[in-house]
């Protein structure tokens, strides 16, 4: 029987012995004839190192591929890890930010109603805590911590009939900050009742040093060179408590009607010196060169309509003034949105316009009983 001689994947870790290989074959007479062309010994060994290669490739092929993939499943592993951690921190941002904005709209919405419910009524004065000032004379607000804290007050009958009450006309001073007719500081006050002159003090006292005070009004508002007193400080109320962090809110309703509008209305052509001196004493255009740092300003009444905001205002004037810096120092003195009505604060309603009542010789008769000053040099 003729036996071929084929190397096998087994004889890879074989060690060749003498450059020999054994056959095994069933006794025969062909037995002896078949050793005779039995192949070279090399000749196998050739065939069996090829064999031996290419099944070494094949397995290094394969595990290049297996460690590509387990690379390829890690990364994608990774990355799905940081897509969910980054939605998650998104999440938790957009949470936070609407939170804050919902925050914001409660403070806005309790501010508008506090406003409403203190100077709706006709009957009611509004001016600024630097009313509390112990020595106006000079220019530095003294003992008042918050001087730009909006309070409220109700209107005090001065008149009794045709008599002045000397008592309540003496009253040149109002440092004490009238508790008898004092309602209310227009921010977000706590909740706590206070009474008139606790709530008059607080106000003479509250600062930045209190664990609940939060920045109103800054540098951003004010610039970097404003005096520290103009800086408006109110305190936060909790709105609820969980896991370490606060939900709060604050406000704080600044007086317009304190304030000098930065641009007066269009001006009609003035042809007579009339006209000038009528401009002159209107008070609905102001003249902001004679403010400190506003000594080159040019009228701009005729961009009115163009200032929405102090920024368009910095614009505005940016040709006049060389620091923009001066406009946000001023701004607790000068404002674009004031508007205001004439009210009769004693008796409620509109006030009369009495600016041609003095033009005849005598008063109507329905004035005979009104009390009427005039000046005796």
């Given at each position: 029987m003729h036996s071929e001689l084929k190397p096998s994947l087994s004889d890879?870790?074989?060690?060749?012995?003498n450059d020999?290989?054994?056959l095994g074959s069933h006794p025969s007479a062909e037995t002896a004839r078949s050793t005779d062309h039995k192949p070279h010994p090399k000749h196998v060994r050739t065939q069996a190192n090829d064999l031996c290669d290419k099944h070494a490739r094949s397995k290094g092929f394969a595990l290049m591929l297996a460690l590509g993939l387990m690379s390829f499943v890690?990364?994608?592993?990774?990355?799905?890890s940081s897509f969910v951690q980054i939605n998650a921190n998104v999440a938790n941002a957009h949470k936070d930010s609407t939170l804050a904005k919902q925050n914001a709209l409660f403070a806005l919405k309790l501010a508008l109603g506090n406003l409403q419910n203190e100077m709706g009524p006709d009957r009611r004065i509004s001016a600024t805590a630097g009313i509390l000032d112990e020595f106006p004379e000079t220019e530095t607000i003294d003992s008042v911590a918050q001087p730009h804290w909006t309070g409220v007050w109700n209107s005090e009958d001065t008149l009794d009939g045709n008599l002045v009450d000397q008592t309540t006309s003496s009253k040149r001073n109002s440092s004490d900050g009238k508790p008898s007719n004092f309602r209310q500081w227009l921010v977000s006050l706590p909740m706590s009742e206070k009474n008139p002159e606790e709530l008059i003090e607080y106000a003479k006292t509250f600062n930045k040093t209190n664990p609940d005070?939060?920045?109103?009004?800054?540098?951003?508002?004010?610039g970097t060179t404003a005096e520290t007193s103009d800086h408006v400080f109110v305190p936060r109320q909790v709105i609820s408590q969980a896991n370490n962090q606060e939900?709060?809110?604050?406000?704080?309703?600044?007086d317009e009607g304190v304030k000098s509008k930065i641009a007066g209305d269009k001006k009609s052509s003035i042809q007579t010196n009339y006209e000038t001196v009528l401009d002159a004493n209107n008070a609905a255009n102001p003249r902001l060169n004679a403010i400190e740092g506003f000594e080159n300003t040019i009228d701009i009444s005729e961009q009115v309509d163009k200032l929405l905001s102090f920024a368009s205002a910095e614009v505005a004037l940016s040709d006049a003034v060389e620091n923009t810096d001066v406009l946000k120092n001023n701004f607790h003195s000068l404002s674009i949105y004031n508007k205001g009505l004439l009210i009769d604060v004693k008796n409620g309603g509109i006030k009369k316009d009495l600016?041609?009542?003095?033009?005849?010789?005598?008063?109507?008769m329905e004035y005979d009983d009104e009390p009427i000053f005039t000046y005796q040099g």
């Open positions: 890879c870790n074989k060690p060749l012995q020999r290989y054994f890690l990364l994608l592993i990774l990355s799905m005070a939060v920045q109103i009004v800054g540098d951003g508002t004010l939900n709060g809110y604050a406000y704080w309703v600044g600016s041609l009542l003095f033009t005849d010789d005598v008063l109507p």
